[in-house]
């Protein structure tokens, strides 16, 4: 077959690296001057390795994306360190996933963490051994099929407690999809985070562009075409084929799997059945943005990441999570640079998406003084900022009734993005999981 494929994130170079290994001609079109989509890295001057626009790491359960490294025959370069995740609580920062020193000879994860939240003090006892009940049958049970049936906001309250959910969960999901939607993400969603969930996070030797280059090396050895700086402006079927409109031109393919967000593929698309344009403008999702900053300095004690409270009040932050790199990689990758990420989750309409990097310093430069009274401007070196409009979706209940299929009603297109790798949240993994899925079921 000869196809196309709109997007050179890890789903659509996953289904290029698939395709052509069974000897289909595939040529992928990246409107971004670099390939990896949400994955993707920049580099500064300074650094030995590529540094993610967007924080990232791999779970040791994320067998998808290691069975891909494996096949590349770059294992080597895959490892699990052990960092310290925490949660921050009215002024004090609470570790959640870290290893206890005197059970360091226990090497399963779960029992230190589990061993963390009982000595989370700010709860009472009994809070404590609910929350623990709790993620404990999460992480056993794998009939995740009447959880979506149920929000997280009420399951949470009746098993864990009001206490515990107000403390715990309640601000993750404000956080993650916002005053306006977190009463409505169903419990499915919340068991795959936790089932999935390991202590060890995985990285990649280089960064995870490392990666995604070697997989645009070895689609285009495999006889792939990668085009960069190439954006599709509208897709048509005529001729028993499907024609893209380029900003340069046309291009005519059998079959074109578009990993675009549903909404692009909407207004490419014009020819889309109404029923079927209307359940692509229902799926919502939320944005993403991140404010890094390289220090010259720590800015935490060994914290990698730490879960923050969103909102306005003495003990809230403008953004949901701060996450110190180089306290989960070493910083002599980066020249010595401490790499800090200041990320939030919004709506995609939201202001902070057309502001300048430093403006959004200015706005979270308080937060950063909560974590440590000491900060001083004049510790950063450097500052970027990278924003993505698609980053989060939302599922609500009886999620999986509402996913559309892989195969569009237009003959020969395929569509396959981060709305359908529920219940699992986005990641590169699932990533990875729905490239070969779409490849598999093309074939």
Not at 220 to 234: K, S, W
Not at 250 to 273: D, F, G, K
């Amino acid at each position: 077959m000869d196809i196309g494929i709109i997007g050179a994130g890890i789903t659509g170079l996953t289904a290029a690296y698939e395709l052509t290994k069974q000897g289909h001609h595939v040529t992928v079109y990246e409107a971004r001057p670099y390939a990896g989509g949400l994955a993707a890295g920049f580099h500064d001057a300074r650094w030995e390795w590529y540094l993610d626009r967007f924080y990232h790491h791999w779970f040791a359960t994320d067998q998808d994306v290691i069975s891909l490294i494996e096949e590349l025959g770059v294992r080597d370069r895959l490892f699990f360190p052990w960092p310290t995740t925490s949660l921050y609580y009215r002024g004090k920062i609470y570790p959640l996933d870290s290893p206890i020193p005197w059970l360091a000879f226990v090497p399963i994860s779960q029992v230190h963490r589990a061993i963390r939240v009982l000595q989370f003090t700010p709860l009472p006892l009994i809070d404590r051994l609910r929350v623990g009940l709790a993620t404990f049958y999460l992480t056993l049970t794998r009939n995740w099929k009447p959880l979506e049936q149920v929000t997280v906001d009420e399951w949470m309250r009746r098993v864990a407690g009001q206490r515990a959910y107000d403390l715990w969960w309640k601000p993750l999901l404000i956080s993650k999809f916002g005053a306006e939607n977190y009463r409505d993400v169903n419990m499915a969603w919340m068991w795959a985070r936790a089932y999935k969930r390991s202590a060890r996070l995985g990285y990649f030797v280089g960064g995870f562009q490392a990666l995604v280059d070697l997989l645009v090396e070895q689609v285009r050895a495999q006889g792939g075409a990668v085009h960069l700086n190439t954006p599709v402006r509208g897709i048509q079927r005529a001729d028993e084929a499907l024609h893209l409109e380029l900003k340069t031109g046309h291009a005519a393919h059998q079959q074109i799997i578009a990993t675009c967000s549903p909404h692009i593929l909407r207004e490419c698309t014009p020819e889309l059945p109404p029923d079927y344009a209307t359940s692509l403008d229902a799926l919502k999702s939320m944005g993403a943005v991140a404010l890094i900053l390289a220090l010259d300095r720590p800015l935490t004690a060994g914290h990698y990441w730490i879960n923050l409270p969103k909102g306005e009040g003495d003990f809230s932050f403008p953004f949901m999570g701060l996450v110190e790199h180089t306290n989960y990689i070493g910083p002599e990758h980066y020249g010595g640079d401490h790499l800090i990420y200041c990320g939030d989750y919004l709506p995609p309409d939201h202001p902070y998406f057309g502001i300048e990097k430093e403006q959004l310093l200015e706005i979270y430069c308080p937060g950063l003084v909560k974590i440590n009274p000491d900060f001083e401007l004049d510790w950063v070196r450097a500052s970027w900022m990278f924003t993505e409009r698609y980053a989060q979706p939302v599922p609500t209940l009886d999620h999986s009734h509402h996913i559309p299929p892989l195969e569009t009603p237009i003959p020969g297109l395929w569509m396959a993005n981060m709305s359908q790798v529920y219940p699992w949240d986005r990641g590169t993994n699932y990533g990875v999981e729905l490239g070969r899925r779409v490849a598999r079921e093309m074939r």
